[in-house]
Nanobody, 122 residues
Framework: EAQLVESGGGLVQAGGSLRLSCVAS????????VGWFRQAPGKDLEGVSS???????YYADSVKGRFHISTDNAKNTVYLQMNSLKPEDAAVYFC????????????????WGKGTPVTVSS
């Protein structure tokens, strides 16, 4: 059974950094694009970043220059390094695979984790 498990969320002050991790079991990231999504209370799910099997990446405009996605195939893990965090980055962050980009937006398909919460204090 395919599973994704996120970790690394927490409370951070504005301007600080966090690194989220997502570990997959039951499938390997080598074969799938994988992405990070977030949902703040009362807001829609937002595609944040993705990385394809060829290493190409996608970032939402709101996080460009601040967030960085990477994978460790040996550990079957995808990371989201989040720097210069802002209060508006606070949300529950999910990883999902595979992902597609349509109309400039990122969408997740089959497999989803349960999320890890990020709180940013001002």
């Amino acid at each position: 059974e395919a599973q994704l498990v996120e970790s690394g969320g927490g409370l951070v002050q504005a301007g600080g950094s966090l690194r989220l991790s997502c570990v997959a079991s039951g499938f390997t990231f080598v074969d799938y694009s994988v992405g990070w999504f977030r949902q703040a209370p009362g807001k829609d799910l937002e595609g944040v970043s993705s990385i394809n099997t060829d290493g190409s990446t996608y970032y939402a405009d709101s996080v460009k220059g601040r967030f960085h996605i990477s994978t460790d195939n040996a550990k079957n893990t995808v990371y989201l390094q989040m720097n210069s965090l802002k209060p508006e980055d606070a949300a529950v962050y999910f990883c999902a695979a595979p992902t597609i980009i349509s109309g400039g937006a990122l969408f997740g398909l089959d497999y989803w984790g349960k999320g890890t919460p990020v709180t940013v204090s001002s």
